[in-house]
């Protein structure tokens, strides 16, 4: 079975389940691993089998959670190169080294880390179990020596790097790449990221979209949403509600550029001229919870999408911020 499912979108944390054949990817981590790991479960969804994380791009909304999740589960992290350079630096701004270096780095204390991965009780999700846990350890120790208790508390005082990950794998925007049963396509997005990416998912014949986070559609991104089954579009706000909102004038400016975000007017009128009306879902996604309103995005897309109501295609459904969307199974 092939499944999709948002476990949030929004300007404060967005990423997404995807499942084909015996594979699930996890597309951006930017809830807190406790939240994503809660907001799975709601969705009979089991963290602990997740394959991989792939990400779009490292803004905060997008990554927030990315570092503790995929220590917590040991799972690799898909990245654009340069994606993984800006997070990289987002997490480290003033480590003196070179980004040469601290791969290296990286890969030297890897075998080791993975080998202390079950003391790192501080990386877990939960604050409250990993407490109970060093108590109950505490409590349950045998009495050691004043060396031992020495070498014990400087080991704990250790710093650990931030930007440390179980496994990193890089992917180019234009080439395709397999995660186990499930074929990716990245495409290039105009985002004012380093290297942001959206992406089409496809298993069991089954081709599924994410395009969140542009600012305009230009043609590659129309080129890749043609024939999907599924198709995630950002409607991230109303124009009026922009323009006469409480963001600062530079920001306005920034939503409204090419490399910000898409409004309900763009997102209906990609749809109602440019898109094939192919898939069975249509998922608006990103919606700014200070400058659009759902029923604003929901009327504008299925004004666009009126000519094209049918029982088997473009069934319009809204993704928010502080709930998961019901599973779409296909």
Known sequence: ??????????????????????????????????????RMREVDEDPATLD??????????????LAVTARK??????????????????????KQMTYAQWLEQCRQQAATRMAEADAQTAEDCDPEEAADSEADAEATAPESSDDEISRSSRKKKEPIDPAWLPKVEYFQAGKALQIGDICISPFTIPHDATDPVGFVFQAEGVRMAVATDLGYIPPNVKAQLKGV???????????EMLRDGPYPWSVKQRVLSRVGHLSNEAA?????????????????GHLSESNNLPELARISAERALSGRASLLANRLLLAAQNEPLSTICF
């Open 73 to 94: 589960l040991g799972i690799p992290v898909y990245f654009t190169e340069g994606t993984h350079r800006a997070w990289v630096r987002w997490l480290s701004p003033r």
């Open 229 to 239: 089954d599924l198709l995630l579009l950002e409607s991230n706000h109303d124009l």
């Open 268 to 284: 209906a009128t990609y749809l109602e001229t440019e898109y094939d009306g192919q898939a069975s879902y249509v998922v608006l």
């Open 1 to 38: 079975m092939v499944r999709f499912t948002v476990l949030a979108s929004g300007s404060k944390g967005n990423c997404t389940v995807v499942t084909g054949g015996k594979t699930r990817i996890l597309v951006d981590a930017g809830l807190s691993c406790r939240e994503l790991f809660r």
């Open 52 to 65: 991989a994380i792939i990400i779009t791009h490292e803004h905060s909304d997008h990554v927030a959670g």
